[in-house]
């Protein structure tokens, strides 16, 4: 992966589970769990049944949070204080991908369809405060979620962002194809690459990918 091809950026936006954080910890593991729970109790359904809706939001809508709001009008706020209220104990810091986020050139910012102050606590806990110039929810979209290129739009506005001179790191690769043809590069953060014409670049590990571009 030629540095050159990203020499061009000065806007580096990244997801923020399974991406600033390496897919074995786990973490949204905690969050499926409480969607599952949040579902059953605001639906007053069983568990099977809860998770089947989760899932199906998911994969028409984006979100679980953006299916619940538009097939039975839900209150974004309730949901996303109580899905995000997890154990972070095991994240653990890492000082190699701070110092490696920190030596990019320009701007870096984090942009989650979770909430900013989770996001605000995943990155405390990886030991990344203080690192980024600014942390997008979904709240900051107005919970139109990705991979909607509106929801990108509109981060993307607010910070100012020239798409031209950016790139998308992202786990799944739904949240790769509005960037892709936004003009930005785009960067897959999996254990596997996925052929698809919108992902230009695949790492296994964040880190790793991002030496390569400060040499």
């Not at 593991?29 to 729970?37: I, L, N, P, Y």
Request: charged share 25%.
């Amino acid at each position: 992966m030629p540095a050159h091809a990203f020499a061009h950026v000065r806007h580096w936006v990244f997801d923020l589970d399974n991406t600033l954080y390496p897919p074995e910890i786990d973490l949204f593991e905690q969050v499926r769990a409480r969607m599952t729970a949040f579902v059953m109790e605001a639906l007053q359904v069983d568990h099977d049944t809860a998770c089947r809706l989760r899932q199906q939001y998911w994969v028409e809508y984006g979100t679980t949070l953006a299916g619940l709001m538009r097939e039975h009008a839900m209150d974004p706020g309730p949901y996303l204080h109580a899905v995000h209220d997890i154990d972070f104990s095991a994240v653990p810091e890492d000082r190699e991908l701070r110092a490696r986020i920190d030596a990019l050139p320009g701007r870096c910012i984090v942009y989650t369809n979770g909430s900013a102050a989770y996001a605000e606590r995943v990155i405390a806990a990886r030991g990344l405060t203080g690192l980024f110039d600014a942390i997008y929810g979904v709240e900051h979209a107005g919970y139109r979620p990705k991979p909607e290129r509106a929801a990108f739009e509109a981060v993307f506005a607010a910070d100012g962002l020239e798409t031209a001179a950016a790139a998308m790191f992202e786990d799944d690769p739904r949240n790769l194809a509005a960037p892709h043809a936004m003009g930005m590069r785009t960067v897959h953060v999996a254990p596997e690459p996925l052929p698809a014409p919108h992902i230009e670049h695949h790492t296994r590990e964040l880190s790793g990918f991002l030496s390569q571009l400060l040499r």
